[in-house]
């Protein structure tokens, strides 16, 4: 049976820039006052995730024949005549188009294909964004875009080019959350390492989350998402050893442990540059934990190839590991590559998800007994500050900071009861 759509609501895939550009879409479409409407934010990261958000579309008109279906997000932007050719879409925005307040101001007047050229644009507008419903960290858009062009990856043709958001921007942001019960943020973007290359001055990530710490003391706790070893800046290494506020949870765009694998990628690191930034902060933030993006059976990936992947877990200490099986897109180098067989392909992905599962039982059993920083969620849940899942043994007030002792772990998260 259908069931009525009453209001705006909105689905989200892919990455957390995504869910924070899903917050603003929401708000934008909030302010219009759009009734009986469903908005899909896709993702282009890989062919599977292009799939999924078609399929949701379906379901959606199933479920809502005459409610307004609104698409956008990566996948929508690199090919919106496929989204537009579906007969369940009535309107398709791109990137750009999606974060303006008047793309959602009387939608029947306007065209049903909003994408414009996402590589003619060079500023990004600062979004403010008052709370996160569902979460108690928030996610703060820092960065837009990717000027590097791996071989594999068609991001940047969905994203643009990188552009950063001023400091001040940020930091007003940032404090409005803070005030509204935020305890944590999340900065991110498409390629933060980059961040300030296009702004006047030497602006890097490192001095910009320096100096917005110090605008922000009221902040508890800052993340950041995905890193580039490539670039990781002096001034964020410095932050990295002194500032207990920055959590030591560094999640690192590896993407392969073999040297020419990571050339045929058009990455800008080798294995050893790996190895050397890890035991380097390691050295000055001895609890410090890695998670790690690694793409499984690119095209040419022999079984040495994917051997000093597996060895390069240990090597490099990589506890967290995010493993993405190498998914053809079509207008990237790599897809005129060699390419592997799909269940090869699949099983080398499930022996590196073997790897991470092992690697991180292993951190998990050494935090047995120890004490951690919790940031409560809802249900009794919650993460600590190297982002380990924590299920607690009483519920505790969502969106506050508690200290607890970890008891155990059990189905990928640890137990743990309030220090007393």
């Keep these: 049976m259908a069931c009525p759509m009453t209001k705006t609501d909105i689905t989200t895939f892919g990455c957390r820039l995504n869910a924070f550009e899903s917050e603003v879409m929401l708000a934008h479409a909030t302010s219009a006052g759009l009734k009986n409407t469903h908005i899909v934010n896709t993702c282009a990261v890989t062919a599977e995730a292009g799939r999924q958000a078609r399929q949701a579309i379906r379901k959606l008109r199933r479920d809502h024949p005459q409610g307004t279906i609104i698409v956008s997000g990566c996948a929508a932007q690199i090919n919106p005549d496929s989204f537009a050719d579906m007969p369940e879409v009535d309107r398709v925005l791109g990137n750009e188009e999606k974060l303006r ?105 490192g001095n910009m989350c320096g100096r917005l710490l110090a605008h922000v003391p009221e902040l508890d706790r800052l993340r950041l998402s995905s890193l580039d070893p490539a670039v990781i800046d002096k001034h964020l290494i410095r932050l990295i050893e002194h500032e207990r506020r920055l959590m030591p949870h560094l999640h690192l765009s590896v993407q392969a442990g073999s040297d020419l694998v990571l050339k045929r990628m058009k990455r800008r690191h080798t294995r050893q540059d790996i190895i050397d930034l890890c035991r380097r902060i390691r050295e000055i933030r001895p609890d410090v934990v890695f998670g790690a993006d690694i793409i499984v059976g690119f095209p040419t990936e022999t079984a040495d190839d994917f051997q000093a992947t597996l060895d390069l877990v240990d090597e490099a200490g990589l506890t967290y590991l995010h493993v993405f099986p190498y998914s053809v897109r079509e207008g990237t180098p790599a897809a005129r590559m060699p390419q592997l067989p799909r269940a090869l392909r699949k099983q080398r992905s499930a022996l590196l998800r073997e790897k991470g599962g092992a690697t991180k039982t292993t951190f998990f059993d050494s935090l047995i007994g120890t004490k951690a920083s919790v940031l409560s969620e809802t249900s009794g849940r919650g993460y600590t500050e190297h982002f380990a899942p924590v299920k607690l043994s009483s519920d505790l007030e969502p969106g506050q900071v508690f200290d607890v002792r970890i008891t155990g772990h059990a189905d990928q998260a640890l137990s743990a009861e309030r220090w007393s």
């Design 101 to 205: 307040a008047d793309a959602y101001l009387s939608p029947a007047k306007q065209a049903a294909v909003q994408v414009s050229d996402i590589m003619q644009v060079r500023e990004i507008a600062g979004h403010l964004v008052s709370g996160f419903e569902s979460r108690t960290r928030a996610f703060v858009q820092i960065q837009q875009g990717c000027d590097h062009r791996c071989t594999f990856c068609i991001i940047p043709y969905g994203r643009g080019n990188s552009r950063s958001v001023p400091l001040g921007f940020l930091a007003e942001q940032i404090r409005g959350l803070v005030a509204a019960g935020h305890r944590e943020v999340v900065l991110t973007g498409v390629d933060i390492s980059s961040y300030g290359r296009d702004l006047p001055g030497s602006s890097t990530l």
